[in-house]
């Protein structure tokens, strides 16, 4: 806290988003003035208001605290690359020259002043580093944890030390999301780094996918020389780690330092025998659903172990970890009806969501829902996602969400369905229009998929199917 320590007053310019949200819980835990602004009100808006933060929904300066004006030196203001340009609030802020900062600079801030695990990557960010941070709340380690979801087992993105001597040493640990997108992970300073994918995606940032490789090189070689980079398998020779000790995971790929043997399926859940270089870890089962978990489960083994934690805690954290919101998130589960809702956003995360989706049920007929996020990725992606939904038997298209952007002319959900194979494909908006092809189609297993606003349909979803 000493970089902030004459600072009272915080801003935050999108609030609602998961990165901000979880720096004003950070802050408003530590006592100061926490203020904000989105553009629409959200359960986690609602949750930050429930714990003392002043939200605002509109765009207007006169809403804008009166201490925050009086005292502007005493004020910082966050911002998120996703408020656009024109926004008044922020116009009045740059204008009254306040200390503004991105809050990837805030993280980093807060971050590089403990012993930092980082997970980055274009897919698994969220699920690895909440299971880290519920390994290191099972051991005797208080942590620091600005996480991506909604861990269920904390209910929150945000877990800070009750103790204050941890609070003020800097070898306590800190859990963080190494955010690529507007090259945001640059800030950090890590000393565990962790690489899942280094995908093509952000091509509104970057040029490229080896445009993506080389800025995660950069990020790379940030972390401590005295630390580790923890490596996927499938992308080692990608990644350049010279100068700091490397280690590589995989699911099954036994060259690597990490793997999984003996891996079983029961009652929805997988259980595997993990291969360290400390030895095996026996009958670990996984409390992350999906196939995939079993790659993400060997990355956090192989990140707690480099911060020394006991095997029998490591097991126990992994066990124990309830899941995100979200990320493979089981709304309705009855012996005719399966609701399952996920983030999955890019064509890998679809394709790995419905295949571990489909393993879990080899038999049944998939509906997916899925919601396209950015006239960008929509538009660089539209072929991989036609790919990717083609694996699901029957499909609803939404609208793009725009999130930050402006349309884009000829870009639109048609576009994936033109592409697709699978002509049991519709796109439709009204929620009773979705009901009704749900129920037509006679679902037994429903997935929605998106990274924008479609959890909104969640609720009305579970009032109208759980009564089957």
Known sequence: MNEFEDIKYIYFLGIGGIGMSALARYFNAYGLEVFGYDLTPSNLTKQL?????NIIYQDNTDLIPDKCILESKKTLVVITPAIPKGNKLFEFFQEGQYCILKRAKVLGMI????KTIAVSGTHGKTTNSSVIANILQQSDNECFAFLGGISKNINSNLIIPKNKENINNSDTLLVAEADEFDRSFLWLNPFITIVTYVDA????IYKNRQDIITTFNSFVQSTHKKGFVIVNKKIEDKINTDGIKKLTYSDTNTSADYYATNIRLNDGKYTIDAHTPEGIIKDITIGARGKVNIENTMACIAATQCAQIKPSIIKKGIETFKGVVRRMDIQIQTKDFVYIDDYAHHPAELTATINSVK????????TGIFQPHLYTRTRDFAVEFAKALDLLDYVVLLDIYPAREKPIEGVNSQMIANLMNNKNSIILNNNDEIINFIRQKNTKILLTLGAGNIDKLIKPFVDEFSKQ
């Open 201 to 204: 995606d952000h091509l509104d």
């Open 359 to 366: 393993e879990l049920f080899p038999n049944e007929k998939i």
């Open 111 to 114: 971050a590089n002043c403990y």
């Open 49 to 53: 208001e429930s714990e003392g933060i």
